[in-house]
Each structure stands twice: as structure tokens, then as C-alpha cells.
């Protein structure tokens, strides 16, 4: 596939970039939610700065980040101790 050129509008400033077709999509998307959150932190707590807002943001986007691999890592470990009580189980049903 091959390469697209496009603007994306976050905080009413457009940024040109150069994308993977298949990516177009997901960066749209990420771009209407950044502008979505933009205008909820701006409604919520009257924010009018855009270097705040950004920042609030970012800072939301990077809890909500690591809280997602906690999960991740926790379910990881439990599936991996299930595996290994299912290879405990097969290997004495295999004795």
C-alpha cells in the first residue's frame, strides 16, 4: 500500500503528514479524540490555554497508557499460570 498526504486539525492548528493508507483511518480517529478531550477539559474546568489543555490531555492519555499495560501484564501473568497448571496436569497424565 502505498503512502497518503494529509492534515490533521488538533487544538484548531493542522498538521501535514505523510501516513500509510492503512493508518489513515486510526489517525483520524486519534485526532477527532484528542479534539474531543480538548474540548471536554476546556467545557469541564474552563481551560482556555492550549498548552494546558494539551497538557491535561497528554497527562490523561499517559495514566490511562499505564494503566492499560498493568492490566495487560496482570492477565498475562494469570494466563501464564494457567498454562502451567495445564502442563502440570499433562505431564502427569502423560507418566
Known amino acids: ?8 486539525r488538533i487544538a484548531e492548528r493542522e498538521y501535514p503528514m505523510r501516513v500509510k493508507e492503512e493508518e489513515e483511518e486510526r489517525l483520524r480517529v486519534v485526532g477527532k479524540v484528542l479534539n474531543e478531550r480538548l474540548r ?3 467545557d469541564q474546568f474552563g481551560i482556555q ?11 490523561e492519555t499517559m495514566v490511562e ?3 492499560l ?9 494469570h494466563v501464564g499460570q494457567q498454562l502451567s ?3 502440570d496436569l499433562l505431564s502427569s497424565a502423560t507418566k
Open 1 to 8: 500500500m502505498g503512502e497518503l498526504s494529509i492534515k490533521i
Open 40 to 42: 471536554f477539559f476546556k
Open 49 to 59: 490555554d492550549k498548552q494546558d489543555l494539551l497538557a491535561m490531555v497528554a497527562f
Open 65 to 67: 497508557k499505564l494503566k
Open 69 to 77: 499495560e498493568e492490566e495487560k501484564n496482570t492477565h498475562l501473568s
Open 85 to 87: 497448571v495445564l502442563d
